[in-house]
Each structure stands twice: as structure tokens, then as C-alpha cells.
């Protein structure tokens, strides 16, 4: 059958398609499909959904050098803390945070120094800053004998700069909720089965259908604990994005983690009767090598072979369209992980756990130090129990030895991992998005300077 639009239900011809993002192009997302939105409807939900997302997630994206083919997410507001008395007037200042952490000013201001007798004018540009200092009263502590200073950046004077996240907002559940619809569509999901998330051409704004339908992931069980402790550590190509599209009898989840920080499940319907299914991508979030001129096609001969090996169609269609579609593909595979990767590093670490519980001297060896700090961190902010009882009874690693953890982070229809997160209390559930938002921090670097104020 022919593809159609989800959102308006119209078959998609050539006219109508458009290249969508599945995970949204601002915040560096590289699937993308011509066979799930047509393209008024994708341009509508790009200023409905995505906008208002990418602004959202602004505070994250602002730490991250992500590949992008339009639009600038690179900067967000903050407030100062200041680092000195002199510089306490800025901290009633609103300040935009710049990418390369630059703080610049929204509107030009001054710092006095009566001890150095100096003034330092900070504008958001060379100019803007330049012109404030020929104001009257900047002119006449300079004649007053003050030197002057002009700047762009006001990160020299902060202590902390201090930046909300909405881990919650229904703008971050709306764009959350789009990537998974969409991600369902892509593996084949009819669209009856989202039918309920739509509202007039738009997704749903309903605060009661998001928040039974988008809610917080959280490690309930073992392996997912140890995992999910210092993620950045261990995780490869730490920040990725994640998503699981899978079926537990008539239920289908998708698992949507972005930037190792922002983790959802997104219940998509429980009256599901397609075969059971479970579809992963991994990706990394940020940029990586890609030369373009590699497939970019010299002559019709080029093309044509560029198109056989990515899967484009080519039937009346236009060259350039093509090329496009060449490209898109292979920028999409070059930031691709195997999503099989990541159980083979929970089965990594639980192979060294179960190992090392055995040992004695275990205080002579930086690898299991490492191992034990995980696990005891784990322990004390997730529950994790699995050392301690491998130590109580070491026979229990046996069956885990054997385990493949083919379902983690999804579960079984007796024991669903979405279904045991929706009991966990509130508390936990914050606490545990505000770790892993600091820990997003602490893999940038940037954890002395810059404060989230979780909201």
C-alpha cells in the first residue's frame, strides 16, 4: 500500500513528500523518512511541536556541538552568581549563555570599581558595548579619573551561572511524543493505533492524554541500575540518543532517551493486534566525521550506484531529490550505532561484578575499585542489591552468567519495565531526572560553572 501522511491521513505522492526528522533535526537528530508526514503536515507540526521543544531542551543542547541542517539552539538564558562583591549588581541581570559559554548581556551593562577606580561596560556586542560607554554617566566617572574596560562576556565575574530545565514541560512531552509516533509509523505501526493522539491536525494538547501517555523511565531492575550509574563512563559515544519501539501482547511502548539525559516511555496504545515487534536505533548526538563529497555523485552512473547501496528510489524522480536522499541516508549510518551494543556492555558489567565479588583482595586492583565504586553508588541512589547478595551467596550469579538482557529497559508482559516505572514515587523520579541531567553536566565538564534548576 501507499504510504500516507499520519497526521491528515492523505497518500503521499512525490509532491507531497518531505524529509521529516524523526529525532528532531535541532537537537541533532539524523533518521529521517519521506514516507510518515506530508509535507504541510510536517511543516505544521515544526512550528505546533518542534519549536517549542528544541526551546526546551535549549539548556541541554547549549553543552553540545550537535550536527544540525538549520535552526540555532546554541544558546539559552541564565542568571549569575557573582564571584565578587563588585560584580553582585549583575546577578538582577538576564543574561543569554552562548554555546562556547559566553555570557552576554541582554541589554549593555556596567560594573564600578571604587577600590581600582575602573569601570568595565559588558554589551552583547563590541559595538552595542562601545556606544554605552558615551552615555553621560559612564563619560563622567571616566573623566572622574576611572579607566575603562569594554567586553562582550561576562563569565569572568560569575561564580555559577544558574539555567531552568522543564524535564516535564508539555512542550518537552509533545516533542517526545512526536518521536515516537513517528518512529512507529517508520517500522510499520498503522496509524489507527495513534489515532487517539491526534487533535485537529495537530498532536495531542491534552495534559491528561500526556501524561498517561509520556512517563519518566526509571531503573527497576539490577542490570539497569548499574548501567544507569555514571552512564558516561561506560556508555559508548556518550550522549546518544536512544529509541525502542516493542509490543507486550497489546500494548506497544517506545523507549525516547535523548542525550543520555532526558528518558520517556511513551505508551502509544494498549489495544495493539499487529505481530509482536521490537525495533532499536541508536545514535550519537553529537557531531562527528562526515565527508559529503564521498557521496555526492559526479555523473548519473554515480547516482545510480549511491542510490542502489542506501535504498533510494529513483523512478521519476529528480536528480537533485536524488542526492538529497544519497546524503541523508549516509549521514544517518555514519552517526548510527549497533543499538545491540549497549547489551553487550550491561552484560559487561555485570559479568565483572558477579567475577569480582568473588575476590578477596579487591582493594589491590584499580579495575575492581572502579567496579565497587559503581555498584556502591548504584546501591545508595538507585537500590541496587546485586553485590550484596552475590557477596551473601555467590551460586546466584550463575543464571546471570547465562543471562543475555535482550529485554533491558523493556521487560516482560509479567514483569514490564514501563509498568513497574509508572509505580515509582515522584520523589525518586525526580531525583533520578535531576541526576541525570548533572551527569550530562559532568561529562561536559561543566559542573563548577553551571547549575540546572530542575523544574
Known amino acids: 500500500m501507499p504510504a500516507s501522511c499520519y497526521l491528515c491521513a492523505r497518500t503521499l505522492d512525490h509532491a507531497k513528500k518531505h ?14 523518512s519521506d514516507d510518515i508526514l506530508c ?24 553543552l553540545l556541538d550537535l550536527q544540525r541542517d538549520r535552526g540555532d539552539y546554541s544558546r539559552v538564558g541564565a542568571t549569575l552568581v557573582a564571584k565578587t562583591v563588585e560584580a553582585a549588581s549583575l546577578e538582577n541581570i538576564q543574561f543569554t549563555l552562548h554555546s562556547d559559554f559566553s ?4 541589554q549593555p551593562v556596567f560594573l564600578r570599581d571604587d577600590v581600582n577606580r575602573s569601570v568595565t561596560v559588558i554589551g552583547a556586542t563590541g559595538k552595542q558595548a562601545k556606544q554605552f560607554a558615551n552615555s553621560p554617566q559612564i563619560q563622567a566617572l571616566v573623566a572622574g579619573g576611572y579607566t575603562l574596560e569594554l567586553s562582550t562576556n561576562a563569565a569572568t565575574h560569575a561564580q555559577k551561572l544558574l539555567v531552568p530545565v522543564e524535564p516535564n514541560s508539555k512542550a518537552i512531552l509533545r516533542g517526545v511524543l512526536k518521536i515516537a509516533i513517528g518512529y512507529a509509523i517508520w517500522n510499520g505501526v498503522p496509524r489507527n493505533n495513534i489515532e487517539h493522539l491526534l487533535d485537529q491536525d495537530d498532536l495531542t494538547n491534552s495534559d491528561s492524554v500526556l501524561g498517561s501517555t509520556v512517563f519518566p523511565y526509571y531503573p527497576t531492575t539490577d542490570a539497569e541500575r548499574l548501567f544507569e550509574t555514571d552512564k558516561h563512563t561506560h556508555e559508548d559515544w556518550y550522549p546518544t540518543h536512544h529509541l525502542y519501539l516493542f509490543s507486550q501482547k497489546t500494548n506497544l511502548y517506545c523507549y525516547v532517551e535523548l542525550f543520555g539525559a532526558i528518558q520517556k516511555y511513551v505508551h502509544l496504545t494498549g489495544r495493539y493486534a499487529g505481530p509482536p515487534l521490537i525495533h532499536k536505533f541508536v ?32 523512478n521519476g524522480r529528480r536528480q537533485a ?7 541523508n ?42 567496579v565497587f565504586d559503581k555498584a556502591s553508588m548504584a546501591k545508595a541512589q538507585l537500590g541496587l542489591s546485586l553485590l550484596d547478595d552475590l ?16 529485554d533491558f529497559r ?22 533520578y531526572a535531576a541526576y541525570k541531567i548533572y551527569e550530562l553536566l559532568r561529562a561536559k565538564g561543566r559542573e563548577s560553572l553551571l547549575q540546572y534548576t530542575i523544574i
Not at 321 to 327: A, G, T
Not at 391 to 406: C, K, Q, S, Y
Not at 412 to 424: I, M, N, Y
Open 329 to 370: 541516508q549516509a549521514r544517518s549510518r555514519a552517526y548510527s550505532l549497533e543499538p545491540d551494543n549497549t547489551i553487550k556492555k550491561v552484560c559487561h558489567l555485570i559479568g565483572l561484578l558477579i567475577q569480582f565479588s568473588l575476590l578477596k583482595n579487591e582493594n589491590q586492583f584499580e579495575v575492581v575499585r572502579s
Open 410 to 431: 523493556i521487560g516482560s508482559v509479567g514483569a514490564s519495565c514501563p509498568e513497574q516505572a509508572r509505580k515509582v514515587n515522584v520523589v525518586n523520579l525526580d531525583q
Open 283 to 314: 545514535q550519537k548526538a553529537e557531531k562527528w566525521e562526515f565527508d559529503e563529497k564521498k557521496f555526492t555523485a559526479r555523473d548519473p552512473k554515480d547516482l545510480h550506484i549511491l542510490a542502489g547501496q542506501f535504498g533510494v528510489k529513483m
Open 103 to 106: 555570557v552576554v548581556p541582554r
Open 19 to 32: 524529509g521529516e526528522h524523526i529525532i528532531q533535526n535541532a537537537i541533532g537528530g539524523v533518521l529521517i
Open 321 to 327: 531529490d536524488i542526492q538529497k536522499d544519497v546524503l
Open 391 to 406: 557477596r551473601a551467596n555467590p551460586m546466584i550469579g550463575l543464571p546471570l552468567v547465562r543471562e543475555t538482557f535482550e
Open 39 to 62: 509535507e504541510a503536515c510536517g511543516g505544521k507540526l515544526g512550528h505546533t511541536v518542534d519549536a517549542a521543544f528544541a526551546a526546551g531542551l535549549a539548556p541541554l543542547t547549549v
